[in-house]
């Protein structure tokens, strides 16, 4: 399955449990790094809300995948 099939899924099993659903581990921010690079952005308002939101902050490894795309999209010329 996708990261947005698996995530959404992920989401909708949390909420039935009552909690919310857990920020994206390394591997899946890397993997919608991958997405948001694409040609053609399929889901593009959920991809980017999944990047703005469910990403923990700080010096997670996620963190560091995230700020390495933000980065590489700043020295894009």
């Known amino acids: 399955m996708s990261l ?3 995530y959404k899924l992920h989401t909708k099993e949390r909420e039935e ?3 919310p659903p ?3 581990s ?3 921010t890397a ?6 690079k694409a040609d053609t952005i ?3 308002d959920y991809l980017l809300d999944l990047f703005e939101n469910k990403i923990n ?3 997670d490894d996620s963190a560091y995948v995230k700020a390495a795309f933000l980065n590489d999209v700043l020295l894009i010329k």
């Open 4 to 6: 947005v099939t698996n």
């Open 17 to 19: 449990l009552g909690v």
């Open 42 to 44: 399929i889901e593009q």
């Open 31 to 36: 993997e919608l790094v991958e997405l948001l």
């Open 57 to 59: 902050g700080g010096v």
């Open 22 to 24: 857990l920020a994206l």
């Open 26 to 28: 390394a591997e899946q």
